[in-house]
């Protein structure tokens, strides 16, 4: 990917430098000079792009990253304990599709000075970063997608944990000593207290009957697989802090990417993207059933599902989908020959792991764009499926089964499909609507795959304390 940053260039004039302990972070501001290294870009003269100034630096382990995220629109990013959670707002862009984000964030990310960064090989993330999330359908849905450019970033990743901070250079020279530091002087978290439930616009019954239909239109011919929805409505008694949200899900869901953005906050098992130092991964996941209490009884539901007809054939259009429209932007792909079934706590998936060598101008957005919506959230044809979705469904997708995620100014980056997860009500912070899919094909029973959606709304119940 084209990248003009220029470390440790453009910097003139004398640099005072005072570390100060924010939580066990080292917080650091820094004044320099900079020298004009470009103008201000317009994209054909119409969008104004921010003029970026960025700094890394080597923290102490700052602790639990959960633990770190000072007020509730703090961003976060975390699995197993790495990742990276961020703050403040530089920039927002409202996006009108992934590949209009993704050269927006060419562009910008073209414009940036970098003055200093981590020594030896820097983890993919540290440095300058945005993190998105992107509507399902932008053609079906009143909601926008965004990538925001945040002012500080705290990272953890192989052993090494940095800071990053990002300031307009049209602006204040670094982020104001009044904004939102991590960890100590934080906002309190407060629980969302007493939570009541109810169904969306489709009742349970009503949900099992559209899906009755879907799989009519299935047996009629002209779809293979398609992905339904369903969502429901959670109120709390005080208004929802994702913080909330993320320290649960981070802690109980630990091999799933916990994720907050802009409201939409979950715990997502399924990778659609991720590239890092040219290698380009993707964990595809169909094919699902609901754990018991029972370790012995789990072992054979793992064994009836890895051979479920079924299954497998809801899992390979998924993998199929992937496989191909990857395919342009890779070489040296290898797509194993049969899933294997991914542990979680409240399901047991069939999972395939893709990996393949991304090519020197795929960056990770690009090859979101390609990739979404794959056939694990929408279906087989895409086109066909997308269609019986919007007609049948009955739920505005909002940000639910668009890919979430973050990027940095190489083009490696991570992009989750949101799923496991709830959108809070910008309107009502009481207010919660949480999202669960299944995927249907020919043999689907509409029972069975209520009960699916069930199971998957319980990591997000959970995590609400019900
Ligand atoms: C749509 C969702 O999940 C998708 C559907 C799956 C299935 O039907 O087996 C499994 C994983 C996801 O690709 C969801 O969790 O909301």
Known sequence: MANAVCRGQSITGSRERRISHAGGVLAERSRATLSRVSTNLSAG??????????????????????????????????????GMIAFGEVARHKATSIAEAEQWWRETSAQVVVDRGLDGDEPAGAGFVAFGSFCFDHDNTPSESVLIIPQVVIGRRGGRAWRTTISNVGGDDWPSEDGPAAGAGALPVQSPGAVSFADGKLSGPEWESMIGETVRRINAGKLGKVVMARELLALAANPIDPRWLVARLAADYPACWTYHVDGLVGATPEMLIRRESGLATSRVLAGTIRRSDDADHDLALAAALSQSSKDLQEHEYAVDSVARALAPYCSGMNVPDAPYVLELPN?????????????????????????????????TPTDAARATIAELEQLDRNRYTGPVGWIDADGDGEWAIALRCGRIDPDDPRQIRLYAGCGIVAESDPAAELAESVAKLVPMRDALGS
């Open 45 to 82: 003269g119409a969008v104004d792009r921010p003029r970026l100034h960025v700094a890394t630096e080597e923290i102490p382990d700052p602790g639990r990253l959960s633990g770190l995220l000072p007020e509730p629109g703090a961003l976060a990013w975390i699995r197993r304990g790495e």
């Open 347 to 379: 399901v047991l998936h069939l999972a395939t792991d893709v990996t393949a060598v991304a090519g020197p101008d795929a960056s990770s957005l690009a090859m979101a764009a390609a990739l979404h919506p794959s056939a694990a959230v929408c279906g």
